[in-house]
Antibody, heavy 120, light 109 residues
Framework: QVQLQESGPGLVKPSQTLSLTCTVS??????????WSWIRQPAGKGLEWIGR???????NYNPSLKSRVTISVDTSKNQFSLKLSSVTAADTAVYYCARASLEWLNFDYWGQGTLVTVSS | SYVLTQPPSVSVAPGQTARITCGGN??????VHWYQQKPGQAPVLVVY???DRPSGIPERFSGSNSGNTATLTISRVEAGDEADYYCQVWDSSSDHHVVFGGGTKLTVL
């Protein structure tokens, strides 16, 4: 059974960089059959896709966040990471990591989510 | 960029059928996926590729997609189906990215 677990600081100051890591267990991130994504959800609001990475390192980002986002992968640790720069209060949200199949581009496994608050 | 439109809320009595729509320009040409999200929990995939169900999802959940509207249908609605539901597509038209609908709150009366 594949499991994803987000980790990182729960509080980030405005203008700083938000950094999160997703650790994958129960399967190899290098399997080649999946994309690995970050998705966020502000309190009481809908889901917003942030971006994805393939094991090769190839990435795609949400155009609205592209200038501030970097997603990377560390296959030796079975992890992928998110960096979001120049954060503001609008970036306060629950951040999820998720796996998407190459075939259907749907999200079949999700982490439990981690709340990141941007505040001084 | 591609936009998916869902009604903010749908209400249905137990045992009845709930239909949640997801509108998008020529969405019938895309593969649509649906997620159920209960309070404080991560979303769960309930329908993928318009009408297929992952293992473990009851047959009461079904989907269809044609023209400009995709629909998630929940038959014989139960109290435990009360949740937010989101549709999702992959937009490959320009800058490749994922699009979610705004979500629909299903209330079981």
């Amino acid at each position: 059974q594949v499991q994803l677990q987000e980790s990182g600081p729960g509080l980030v100051k405005p203008s700083q960089t938000l950094s999160l890591t997703c650790t994958v267990s129960g399967g190899s991130i290098s399997s080649g059959s999946y994309y690995w994504s970050w998705i966020r959800q502000p309190a009481g609001k809908g889901l917003e896709w942030i971006g994805r990475i393939y094991t090769s390192g190839s990435t795609n980002y949400n155009p609205s966040l592209k200038s501030r986002v970097t997603i990377s992968v560390d296959t030796s640790k079975n992890q992928f990471s998110l960096k979001l720069s120049s954060v503001t209060a609008a970036d306060t949200a629950v951040y999820y990591c998720a796996r998407a199949s190459l075939e259907w581009l749907n999200f079949d496994y999700w982490g439990q989510g981690t709340l990141v608050t941007v505040s001084s | 960029s591609y936009v998916l439109t869902q009604p903010p809320s749908v209400s249905v009595a137990p045992g009845q059928t709930a239909r949640i729509t997801c509108g998008g320009n020529n969405i019938g040409s895309k593969s649509v996926h649906w997620y159920q999200q209960k309070p404080g929990q991560a979303p769960v995939l309930v329908v993928y590729d318009d009408s297929d169900r992952p293992s473990g999802i009851p047959e009461r959940f079904s989907g269809s997609n044609s023209g400009n509207t995709a629909t998630l249908t929940i038959s014989r609605v139960e109290a435990g189906d009360e949740a937010d539901y989101y549709c999702q597509v992959w937009d490959s038209s320009s800058d490749h990215h994922v699009v979610f609908g705004g979500g629909t709150k299903l209330t079981v009366l």
